[in-house]
């Protein structure tokens, strides 16, 4: 009987194994079918430009094209047109549905707003904030163009005067602004709309951050899918959509909304040359960070205009309260300030009378101010569209402007506990992380592959940190600390705990509550920022995953093993970081990590730049979306490669191995302190921000979303992890993939 059943544990065993190893390969399936996809869609951009996309659209020999040239110059006073704007308003004069994805500044407005006068009729543009229209007509009355908006302020006169010029043919009304729940919301509206188009008076329709109609988007607002019945009303009306920012699911899902599948799309490209992309490590103290930045703007950006963004609007009246206190002109902004008071800093600023905006992401749209000269993150943004389009309103006048993110592990769960009921809310914070805890990809190749652009990056020309650098990385094996996690949230399930990211980096430090301490695991000998970087990189890989839940008074996230949890634990498998050569000098954590080629002057050596950022590389990369930013691989014992052009087995390059040792040689001098006894579990080195894993406390009330909406967040309980819920999975074998 024995010899049954150890058959049978056998089996078992195998069986668990073979269903890892399917999951894996299943997960690996999906992921290349995406990448596939996105290739397909640039390979069919690129070809499609250079035939007539691009060619075809570019004449100036357009029965409109002599008003066009002279409109341009006498109302507008532009004199020569910038990439894509030309093609863009003659696909739309000619009747054609159009979508541009030009960058934030780009000159999307001029594509809609020259060819309104030059056409018949009404040209109706949809924008998502009413202050937005608001700024554009605000232009256009100074060009002597009649434009206004409709929205819930308009009286009863207004109204009807509009309704009026909607089918009067001599009326002079040439853009007519709403917001998309008007449409949606009233059917009054939508009557006349009808009546405009069989008047012959519907021009065009304009889709202004058309992002907003999918799901996928960063920016997702129910009305504007409501705009998919817009060309089955108005078959004969063009429909133009702008955006600044949407990959290529979102633009496929858009075309699918709007029912236009065969509209023309131009593509700017997203590089801005004269953006410097920069991450910083963010001290963990908050008067740290401040005194950080208040050097950074004191000796790169002296007397220079700037924008500092933070997470809520608490963050935002703390960060200018300190800069103001160290002697810099800074305002503050966000949706709880009254609306006179916002216009106000808003115009000081604008006027250079305030050189800092600190703001939450209130402060966006339609800023159009041409010389701000650096955008700051002072916490991470929710998602890379967010990052990019909040860095894009830098270097608007095309000088030489920086766009710094100040990177802490803890603002990715402030993020996460945030976003995780939205579509693709993790999957966005996600991609930020992955961006900011990359130590050596140029930061534009980064950018351009969340796009779906191809980019080639020596185009960067030393214009983002890494390629202003000449940093060597080295892998490290870090298996067993890899294991350790696993171990410690392993025992935290098995007695039933839950366990945060703080808890579990004090319990692997021998901090914090015995019950979560490992017997016999020693702590590391390697700083707790780099343990943050491995718990980082193996949230990224789906070793470890994050878990909501929900108290009366907030959302807490705890860590639970990952899908991909087994592979680390089979024998096989190895994990390894990538950190910056020892043989470099290593600064401490929080130095000026970078320089920047206007300002080498003003910053430090770089032989004094931080070491800290290592990287992870852990199995099967290509099965995770984050993987083409961290460029992480898992390796098996073999440490063999399949390559892809062949498909064969190769050798790799061997990884140093420490697999005899926790410690990982950083190259630094590292001493534990030893484990205090606190009154609160809280690392005090958190003390000032957020605690790991909770959203948000009482301090960190008032996140904003990007329409200036508030979203409540309320007080995380420190404390309160007393269970931890772990997702079973099967146990496997790794599979050796190496993405490098
Ligand atoms: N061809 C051009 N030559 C010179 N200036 C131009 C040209 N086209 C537009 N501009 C100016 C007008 C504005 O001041 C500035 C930005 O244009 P705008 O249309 O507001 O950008 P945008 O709509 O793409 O940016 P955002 O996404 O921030 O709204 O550039």
């Not at 003659?90 to 780009?106: A, Q, R, Y």
């Not at 949706?335 to 250079?352: C, F, G, R, V």
């Not at 190749?445 to 202003?468: P, T, V, Y």
Request: some cysteine; aromatic content about 8%; proline content about 3%.
């Amino acid at each position: 009987m024995d010899v049954y059943r150890k058959e049978l544990a056998e089996t078992k065993k195998e069986l668990d194994s073979i269903s890892v190893e399917i999951d894996s390969l299943l997960q690996r399936q999906a992921s290349l079918q995406q990448r596939k996809t996105e290739l397909d869609s640039i390979l069919r951009q690129s070809s499609s430009k250079s035939d007539d996309n691009d060619k075809k659209w570019d004449k100036q020999d357009f029965v409109w094209s002599n008003n066009l040239l002279e409109k341009m110059g006498s109302v507008f006073n532009i004199q020569t047109l910038r990439p894509m704007q030309l093609q863009t308003m003659n696909v739309t004069m000619s009747s054609k549905d159009c979508m541009l994805i030009m960058p934030t500044g780009g000159g999307k407005s001029l594509c809609f707003q020259l060819p309104a006068l030059l056409s018949k009729g009404i040209t109706l543009v949809v924008s998502p904030l009413v202050s937005l229209m608001e700024d554009q007509i605000m232009v256009l009355e100074k060009y002597g163009i009649d434009a206004t908006k409709l929205d819930a302020s308009a009286s009863k006169e207004k109204v009807k005067a509009v309704q009026e010029a909607m089918l009067d043919k001599n009326a002079s009304l040439k853009l007519l602004y709403v917001t998309p729940e008007k449409l949606a919301k009233s059917k009054r509206f939508m009557a006349k709309l009808e009546k405009m188009y069989q008047a012959g008076r519907f021009s065009r329709l304009v889709i202004d951050e058309v992002h907003c109609c999918s799901q996928w988007g960063h920016d997702f607002r129910p009305d504007y899918k409501f705009l998919g019945i817009m060309k089955r009303q108005f078959p004969e009306v063009p429909i133009l959509g702008l955006t600044a920012t949407a990959t290529t699911k979102v633009l496929e899902d858009v075309k699918k909304i709007l029912n236009i599948p065969n509209c023309h799309l131009f593509k700017a490209s997203f590089n801005r040359p004269n953006l410097f992309y920069e991450v910083k490590v963010k001290p963990s103290a908050f008067k740290e960070t401040i005194s950080e930045m208040v050097e950074l703007i004191d000796k790169r950006f002296r007397n220079k205009s700037g924008i500092v963004y933070c997470f809520t609007q608490k963050e935002s009246e703390e960060v200018t309260k300190e800069l103001r206190q160290h002697g810099i002109k800074a305002g503050c902004y966000h949706a709880n300030i009254p609306t006179k008071q916002k216009s106000q800093i808003h115009e000081m600023w604008l006027a250079d009378k305030i050189l800092v905006i600190v703001a939450t992401v209130a402060f966006g749209m339609g800023i159009d101010k041409p010389n701000v000269r650096f955008v700051i993150h002072h916490s991470i943004s929710k998602s890379m569209e967010n990052l990019y389009q909040e860095s894009g309103r830098a270097g608007r006048d095309d000088q030489r402007s920086d766009c710094i993110v100040y990177y802490r592990f803890a603002d990715v769960f402030k993020q996460s506990t945030m976003v995780f009921t939205e579509q693709t809310g993790l999957d966005n914070v996600y991609g930020v992380m992955s961006y900011c805890l990359d130590i050596s990809k140029c930061r534009r190749a980064s950018i351009a592959r969340h796009f779906g652009e191809l980019w080639d990056k020596s185009q960067c020309n030393k214009m983002c940190d890494h390629c202003n650098k000449d940093t060597e990385g080295e892998k490290r094996d870090v298996t067993k600390l890899g294991k350790n996690v696993l171990t410690i949230i392993d025992q935290a399930s098995a007695t039933d705990q839950r366990i945060t990211a703080l808890k579990l980096l004090d319990a692997w430090e021998g901090k914090g509550a015995g019950s979560l301490k490992v017997r016999g695991l020693d702590p590391p000998k390697v700083s707790r920022d780099k343990l943050e970087r491995i718990i980082g990189h193996m949230l990224l890989q789906g070793f470890i995953r994050e878990d909501f839940h929900f108290t009366p008074y907030n959302t807490i996230s705890y860590l639970v093993a990952g899908a991909k949890a087994n592979f680390l634990k089979s024998e096989s498998a190895k994990l390894a970081v990538e950190f910056l050569n020892k043989r470099r000098s290593l600064p401490t954590q929080n130095s000026n990590t970078h320089t920047s080629p206007s300002s080498q002057s003003d910053h430090k050596p770089l032989a004094k730049q931080s070491d800290t950022k290592l990287k992870l590389v852990v199995i099967n990369s290509e099965n995770s979306k984050f993987s083409n930013f961290t460029g992480t691989s898992i390796q098996g014992e073999n440490d063999l490669t399949k390559t892809k052009k062949s498909g064969k087995f190769k050798r790799k390059k061997p990884v140093i191995d420490d697999s005899d040792s926790d410690d990982l040689d950083f190259g630094e001098e590292f001493k534990r302190k030893p484990a205090v006894k606190k009154k609160s579990s809280r690392d005090t080195r958190y003390s000032e921000y957020e605690p790991i894993g909770t959203s948000h406390n009482n301090d960190y009330l008032n996140s904003e979303s990007l329409n200036g909406n508030l979203c409540k967040h309320q007080d995380a309980e420190s404390g309160n992890d007393s269970d931890v819920i772990i997702e079973n999975v099967g146990k496997s074998k790794a599979i050796m993939i190496d993405s490098e």
